[in-house]
């Protein structure tokens, strides 16, 4: 089985550099473009299934990249963004300096970051890999299987896999909008990532 792992296109408040978070935003015409452009990207897949975050921006992702192929869509809470509290819908220029130590270890100690209101990076991994386990355990072996869902979600799935600690979240590459990552689940044998964020495996 393979699990394709597709992060959102973008909206305006990505472009604007606000807090999306658990916030519900639309796509902006950049995004609905990216998500078309991915439909012809992954034209040659053949999946399953789809399973897309609850978040408006992400199934408006899987609908303009995947709605062509009359694919059972399921919707999953689990699947959704970090949710960052009373961050969401701040620039994040501004939260440097109105909490500039909480964003120091958001963006420098992942592993550390804690703050009132919103998950911790290990409870968004958490939540992930129990989404992550609840669909191999639907699917057949040896599917193609299409997740749409957000860039930090995405990274400590990945991160999971390649065994790397949530202090090393952020490394390169970049998480951009529409980033296509593959990780296997052979029958047998340990999960290997394929692909992150567009570049093949020894990125």
Do not use: K
Not at 1 to 24: F, K, S
Not at 66 to 90: A, C, M, N, T, Y
Not at 99 to 118: D, L
């Amino acid at each position: 089985m393979q699990l394709h792992l597709i992060r959102h296109g973008e909206t305006g408040w990505n472009a604007e550099g606000r807090v999306q978070g658990h916030a519900d935003n639309p796509l902006n015409e950049v995004g609905r473009e990216q998500a078309r452009a991915l439909r012809e990207r992954l034209a040659h897949l053949r999946p399953a299934r789809i399973y897309a975050s609850s978040s408006r921006r992400t199934r408006e992702t899987a609908e303009l990249a995947f709605g062509h192929l009359d694919l059972e869509l399921i919707v999953s809470d689990q699947l959704r963004e970090i949710g960052l509290g009373d961050w969401e819908g701040q620039l994040y220029r501004d939260l440097e300096h109105i909490h500039p130590e909480a964003v120091r270890q958001f963006r420098e100690e992942p592993h550390n970051f804690r703050y009132p209101g919103a998950e911790t990076f290990a409870e968004l991994q958490a939540r992930g890999l129990a989404a992550m386990a609840a669909i191999i355990a639907r699917e057949e072996p040896g599917s193609d299987i299409l997740v749409v869902s957000h860039g930090a979600m995405i990274r400590t799935l990945l991160g999971h896999y390649l065994q790397r600690p949530l202090s090393r979240l952020w490394e390169p590459p970049r998480m951009h909008n529409c980033a296509h990552s593959i990780i296997e689940f052979p029958r047998h044998g340990s999960p290997r990532v394929l692909r992150y964020a567009d570049l093949h495996a020894g990125f």
